[in-house]
């Protein structure tokens, strides 16, 4: 049985890969009292119980700070989802309730963690490695051996260049150009990247 928690937007995207992979979803979680129904899936205040604990559990929620915790707490086993356009390398390695959208590449040699979410269309590239909890915006792009530390956002549209080390919880601006290694808890914008200050946030 495959249950989805969060019950917005990314949620939407997710169901329509399961969907195309012919994976039966038995429903979502969201703890707002108000929502009912997504795409006529029914949405449950907490997870059911099922007799023989035989459940995949997909965590629909970009934040990444959020998806993590709910990683801890929850006791399941947790799925992937990988939309059939993807071109995902038979080299790489795709982690436990990681999410890959549509016409994401991941090419030869690259690492991908745990509950990371590869967003439409963005690119990586040979020998990259992306450590749990990283999004990757759409039409973001890696090139080859670019490190991600844990939690780090890269926003749509940017840029890495090749052997680009960024830390962890790092949020990459929209449309920035990385062409340096950036510490931990970095905020950076523009082309070329610049660091404008550093967020503060408890793990």
Not at 138 to 155: C, K, M, Q, R, S
Request: proline share 3%.
């Amino acid at each position: 049985m495959t249950y989805l928690y969060g019950a917005s937007g990314h949620a939407k995207v997710v169901i329509e890969i399961l969907e195309l992979e012919n994976v039966l979803i038995s429903g979502l979680i969201d703890v707002d009292p108000k929502k009912k129904k997504l795409l006529d899936y029914p949405v449950f205040q907490q997870m059911p119980y099922v007799s023989d604990n035989n459940i995949r559990l997909i965590i629909c929620i970009g934040n990444n700070v959020i998806r993590k915790k709910l990683a801890k707490d929850v006791n399941a086993e947790f799925a992937t989802a990988i939309h059939p356009s993807a071109n995902i390398s038979r080299r790489s390695l795709v982690g436990q309730g990681s999410v890959i959208m549509a016409s994401v590449s991941v090419n030869s040699g690259a690492t991908v963690g745990n509950h990371v979410i590869l967003n439409t269309n963005c690119s990586i590239d040979h020998d990259c490695s992306l450590s749990d909890y990283v999004h990757i915006s759409p039409n973001a792009a890696l090139a080859g051996n670019v490190i991600i530390g844990e939690g780090t956002h890269i926003g749509i549209g940017a840029s890495i260049i090749q052997g680009v080390k960024i830390g962890k919880w790092v949020t990459i601006g929209a449309g920035a150009v990385i062409i340096e290694d950036i510490p931990d808890y970095a905020v950076v914008v523009g082309n070329p990247g610049k660091i404008i200050k550093y967020n503060q946030f408890n793990e």
